[in-house]
DNA sequence: AATTTCACCGATAGTACTATCGGTGAAATT
DNA sequence: AATTTCACCGATAGTACTATCGGTGAAATT
């Protein structure tokens, strides 16, 4: 072993690592109800007093351990989509648009379930932060799929472009839950399930106003996904 | 005012319900962190000790409340998906499949929020309970789903149709918070979606192994549901 | 080399909650 | 009418956690 001479400054700047390593794995393992200082600051080896060294309270840490996993989660989302728009009339790509969020999912499957968590949670201090993230993804998702043509002129247009964008969110976490809980091993199986749903809602879109008025024009047999 | 003479076990089911709906109350507002023994023994008026009277901790509370909760909801969503499927031609029944659960999530909308909320907490001892009632949700939609004549020969179909319930399931939910939480204002609007998305499942479904193999066969152009 | 800084420590006061216990009075039973 | 039952009460011991405080020793500064 060599020895390892730290500065004080780096010695801290570890610890606080360390303590916010231990924060993730207990607010996974247990939840918010969980976090304590004691056991934080008993994972990370230190004092239960010397949390406060780094942290004013048990809310700085959260919200910390929130920006960090939400900053992480909603970089690879967005990864994901550009890559699927710069080859639009790939329908390998278009498969790619839901596998790469649900790799992304489960690569740190506490992220998403601490954000799900914390949303439906009104004692959660984490509660508006999450509810931010979730509207940040759904108009991100919205607005790719106007960027693919579907404009919104209308209030009605961009209410549905938000629904499609919400509820395919919303079945993207259901399948990445459902793998990480074995149900679903194959993460292709689960991204052809997704181009399937907003296949249907993007007929929708195309089909005008969507609203049910006698037989609707001939739809394209595979349609690629923009234009 | 009338006089209420009631009789001592009259008087004391009465407080029995009077903790539930208190705990339902709470549970909702506050969240499992924030019901206390304190907080639903007052909101009842009663004494906090007078609490252990009607249950043994609030563990079973808990469990009641569950209960309770979660055999209202289901019982609801399993009349709408009876009534759809009884006259499965009819275009503006296949919305009702949609705005039926829709319509019963947002009537007690803190019945799926604690479920949400518990089904992604770890340290909740409704966690069990939230994820059975899932499964349940889930099982029973793909039966559904099968019963329609989309027959699962293999695993991969199976699969495919859990996926595809568990998919929907999530998007109708998240349309039924977003309802509440005021973005969609029209619950028919969310159910037109939800058609279009199930549309879009049920068509990969029609069209084989869905795995992408070439042209598919053409399509009828507004399919019904069954067969 | 002397002094200062500061990350960390153990001890502890304060807060919130649980769950038990003996007492009480009105309802129920005899 | 006498006795028993029991829903409810206030008091309180016990548990878990937060957050502060003074002390310590090694790193940093002078």
Redesign the pocket.
Known sequence: MTSTPL???E??DL?RRKLIRAGLAILDEEGEAGL???KVAKAAG?????F???FK??QELLRVLAEEGGRRLRHSMREARRAAREAPGDLERHRDTFRIPLEAICRHPELLRIQLRARHDPSSSLRDFAKETAAAYREHHAADLAALGYTADDEHGRRRLEMIADGINAATNALAIGHLEGRYPDLDEAADILVALSRGALRLLRSGSGRDEGPRPPEPDDPALHD
């Open positions: 500065s004080r400054s010695a801290k610890t304590t200082t004691v230190i004092a239960q007093s010397s406060y060294v780094h309270d048990m």
